[in-house]
């Protein structure tokens, strides 16, 4: 069993930064990959970025790629998206989430969930 805590969300002008951060209880959390997702209001839950459990490879949506940086640190059952030059159109509820399959981009193969960090970008 894994339990997910975001934090670091809050109100960022347009071109600002945040950082993300999801802390895992379980001492299988370096297990598992570990995924970000978004939502915006009255869409879909999206993909943002995967880091593999080592760290070693991480995966990115192409909205994100070049702003967002996924990292973890296993020692401190923590990962963290690094989130720059951000845009009003990143405005979402962001979750963090954990899964043993291959198909980073699928939530449906995610195990565990987050209760989510707001993250608003004014114009």
């Known amino acids: 069993q894994v339990q997910l805590v975001e934090s670091g969300g809050g109100l960022v002008q347009a071109g600002g930064s945040l950082r993300l951060s999801c802390a895992a209880s379980?001492?299988?959390?370096?297990?598992?990959?570990m995924g970000w997702f978004r939502q915006a209001p009255g869409k879909e839950r999206h993909f943002i970025a995967a880091?593999?459990?080592?760290?070693?490879?991480?995966y990115y949506a192409a909205s994100v790629k070049g702003r967002f940086t996924i990292s973890r640190d296993n020692a401190e059952n923590t990962v963290y998206l690094q989130m720059n030059s951000l845009k009003p159109e990143d405005t979402a509820v962001y979750y963090c989430?954990?899964?043993?399959?291959?198909?980073?981009?699928?939530?449906?193969?995610?195990?565990?969930w987050g209760q989510g960090t707001q993250v608003t970008v004014s114009s």
């Open positions: 989430a954990a899964t043993r399959a291959a198909d980073w981009a699928d939530r449906n193969r995610y195990d565990y």
């Open positions: 880091i593999t459990w080592r760290g070693r490879d991480t």
């Open positions: 379980g001492r299988t959390f370096s297990r598992y990959a």
